[in-house]
């Protein structure tokens, strides 16, 4: 599988140690993040081109993921998720890995990597790399939405439409 990483200063240790943890085990690595240490640089740049490179693989049929690193991940997601068609989701367990992929088909995951041990971000990662998605047709409907209202703004109709209160007015 082809593995395309990112981060900024605060991931950047973190990212080196990973990507030759993730080639020892036979998946090809994309750097997409600074080449040297600078602590002012900025994250967005790095983690919408590695998302952006998740979705040019996988919609040309390459099995591909991503894994964007910084402070606390939050951010990293945010860019992320800005390219349509990425799902990032934020991972701090083995379980918020697990379910990213079983649940959300989440094709990037953000990790903060002054939150984390070493350790426990290989265990995180992996478990993502080999969770396959359920394809349960509840989360297939809804990834679909998600789809849906990242291309051309559509959502399922409001149920509480006809509760909406005229301008100004309360809600009844």
């Not at 979705?55 to 690193?69: C, E, S």
């Not at 939050?74 to 379910?99: C, M």
């Not at 990213?100 to 990790?111: P, Q, T």
Request: charged share 25%; with cysteine.
């Amino acid at each position: 599988m082809r593995i395309h990483i990112a981060t900024d200063h605060a991931g950047l240790e973190f990212s080196t140690q990973l990507q030759h943890h993730l080639a020892g085990q036979g998946h090809e690595v994309v750097d997409h993040g600074p080449i040297e240490y600078d602590p002012v640089d900025d994250y967005p740049a790095f983690c919408i081109r590695a998302a952006q490179a998740v979705v040019v693989d996988q919609r040309a049929g390459v099995p591909a993921l991503g894994i964007v690193f910084g402070g606390s991940g939050n951010g990293e997601q945010i860019a992320a998720n800005k390219v349509e068609g990425v799902r990032a989701a934020l991972v701090w367990s083995i379980a918020t890995a697990e379910l990213a992929r079983e649940h959300n088909d989440a094709n990037v995951i953000a990790i903060g990597a002054r939150q984390h041990a070493f350790e426990d971000v290989v265990r995180f990662i992996d478990r993502f790399i080999e969770t396959p998605f359920s394809q349960d047709e509840r989360h297939v409907r809804r990834i679909a939405q998600i789809a849906a209202y990242e291309t051309d703004g559509s959502l399922l109709p409001d149920p509480r439409a006809d509760e909406q209160p005229e301008a100004g007015g309360p809600r009844t």
